[in-house]
């Protein structure tokens, strides 16, 4: 007799895979059988993490820091994380009002939970990171993309936001630098932006993973630095993975208002409970041992900043192709649609003819552009643009 399997939950049913861990999955596993593929579907930094973090990570390690620790972090990190605030931004937050998680993804997840409920609506700018509508949905919630393209910088613009607001309109979502554009907020459209949010009383989950990876002389604005009604309602991530190269370390933080980040906490006491304990160590000596992880970063920022420039002038060399230099992360974001094909079956041939990995725009909920990330080499930059170039003539 055969039995009929039970059917899963709504939740796994309607859950989306990341395309972006796709694309690189399917570019490892070519490369694993002998092909030579240029990756740019990766997003994380291809430097290991510091000496400086690994060795404080193998120290408490070896000391016996492999039990339980509070569900919030351990003490001396949220102290440091503090303190880095303080110093960098002049944020005034207590120990309280921040988690560490198992990544910034996590953390991002356990934002949404915090202050959304099945029905509500969470505005999520386009192109966006892969992670938020489904993070948005798995919480019951209902994403409303904004779409801004290349024609703004692809920045909100008030007015965007102001247009997508409901009466059930709860969280609006910000990502500056931006993953996949690697666009930058300046302070000022982010004031403009924010003000709009609380006219209507939305909570703001600001994510800022990638503050530190930032060109051209521009700084990073901290949105909960805007004023104390939008610290208020303002949920801070951020984390060690692109700053550190720490990616599997898998260390996100968040700075909340108190009753949020009380209420992300014991969300996650119920979840995973702690992040490795020991892995906490590493990710303290990340901002407590400031000269050398400040030498780090400025190696790894002098070659992205190198990748970045020659992507860009290379890309926009192509016939057909067009391109924005962005100004923050690690990621560049070409605009395709002149080929008259879908950034899917684009991609899909472009990997198949030419051995080159890049994520489809629509991915992000932009049809018509690819991501390309050059954390990579030069030597990879610059085949695989020769790649994409020969790919395009043959649309012709």
Known sequence: ????????????????????????????????????????????????????????CIAALKSGKTKYAPTPGIEPLRQAIVERYAAEYGLKATVGQVVVSPGGKFNCYLGVLATCSPGDEVI????????YPEMVKLAGAVPKYVLADDRTGFRLTPEMVEAAITPKTRLLILNSPSNPTGAVYSRQELEAIVAVALKHNLYILSDEMYEHLIYDGLK???????????????ITVAGFSKTYAMTGWRIGTTVAPLPIAKAIGELQSQMTSN???????????????????????????????????????ELNKIPGVSCLLAQGAFYLFPKIASFGLKDM?????????????????????????LRLSYATSDAVITKGVERLAKFCASLK
């Open 275 to 313: 992040v490795t304990t020991f892995a906490q160590f590493g990710a303290l000596a990340a901002l407590t041992q400031k000269e050398k992880t400040a030498a780090a970063l400025q190696i790894m920022l002098t070659a992205f900043d190198r990748r970045r420039k020659l992507l860009h002038s």
């Open 1 to 56: 007799m055969s039995i009929t399997p039970a059917p899963l939950s709504s939740w796994a049913r309607n859950v989306s895979p990341s395309p972006t861990l796709a694309v690189d999955a399917k570019a490892k596993a070519m490369m694993a059988a002998g092909e030579d593929v240029c990756g740019f579907a990766a997003g994380e930094p291809d430097f290991d993490t510091p000496d400086h973090i690994k060795d404080a």
């Open 220 to 234: 990073p604005t901290c949105v909960a630095t805007l004023g104390k009604e939008v610290e208020a309602r303002t």
């Open 345 to 369: 079956d684009f991609c899909s041939r472009l990997l198949e003819e030419q051995k080159v990995a890049a994520v489809p725009g629509s991915a992000f909920g932009a049809e018509g552009y």
């Open 124 to 131: 999520v700018p386009a192109p966006y990171w892969v992670s």
